[in-house]
């Protein structure tokens, strides 16, 4: 006869193994002909859900209306990595370039506004970056930049003027084996994926280390919806929801509430958005693709 405790833990088991998923696939995006899709890196969503994505194929920069359906695209011949995106308040599209070495601002209609770093030339210091995997925005308008190949963080001014960074290569606290993907949340604080390190490390805008979390692999995506940290893990194809907040119950913050996917749901998942509808949207690597997902 199995002991009744030894019963209840594997009863406990089994539910958690067929407990649903978070979310559920709802398909994907369609690119037209005329887009020569390449690797998706990321995808974001900028006013009135218009939906943005970066590729490794021309045109490079792709929008689609909040239905989904195409509306054009842009940057032919100008990108050598395009790795992250975003779009600002003011509906700017802003996009890095991890082997050109660059920030590169769009307006809202395409033009390009302005180019931060030396085209084609790694650096450092007040003025260049080394491999810019990301970029996010705070409540004030500022720019945090994770510059991957010198394992640090820049904080930039509205206008894309050097203000402050923190970090270098490495592994101890508030270092990067590679400063990957960001997320900020409404307080701002920052989520770094530390890719290498398996960790995410948070910190304020000042770059105060707050926090480590780990125990869900390499981290290649971060996003923040609600009280949740979403974290996709590329190499084993899965996204982990942690516990951003500390609200559930026998969790610290950092733990793992979720997870989900594998190989045969996503394909190399990398950046991440949500629209207003809380419709997630993934962009796979290997897939070349952007998949969505609804919350079930």
Known sequence: MKHPLLALSLLSIAGAVHAAEPYVSTGFLKFPAEVELGAVSAVAIGKEDRIYVLHRGEPP????????????????????????????????????????HVLRKFTPDGKLAATLGTLGKPGGGREGFRAPDDVVF??????????????????????????????????????????????????????????????????????????????????????????????????????????????????NPGGIIAQWGGPNTLKLPHLMAIDSKGTLYVAEVNGQRVQMFRRQ
Not at 62 to 72: I, K, L, M, T
Not at 192 to 197: F, K, P
């Open 61 to 100: 920069l792709v929008e689609f209306a909040p239905d989904g359906s195409y509306v054009r695209g842009w940057g032919q011949g100008m990108f050598k990595v395009p790795h992250g995106l975003r779009v600002d308040r003011e509906a700017n599209v802003w996009t890095t370039d991890n082997g050109n």
């Open 138 to 251: 705070d409540s004030q308008g500022n720019l945090y930049v994770a510059d991957s190949g010198n394992g640090r963080i820049v904080k930039l001014s509205p206008d894309g003027a050097y203000v402050a960074e923190w970090g270098k290569k490495g592994k101890a606290t508030g270092e990067f084996a590679t400063a990957h993907g960001l997320a900020i949340d409404n307080e701002d604080r920052i989520y770094v994926a530390d890719r290498g390190n398996k960790r995410v490390q948070v910190f304020d805008a000042s770059g105060k280390h707050l926090a480590d979390w780990g125990g869900f692999g390499n981290p290649f995506g971060l996003l923040v919806v609600g009280d949740e940290l979403l974290a996709s893990e590329g190499d084993i194809h899965k996204i982990f929801h942690l516990d951003r907040a500390g609200k559930t119950p026998g969790r």
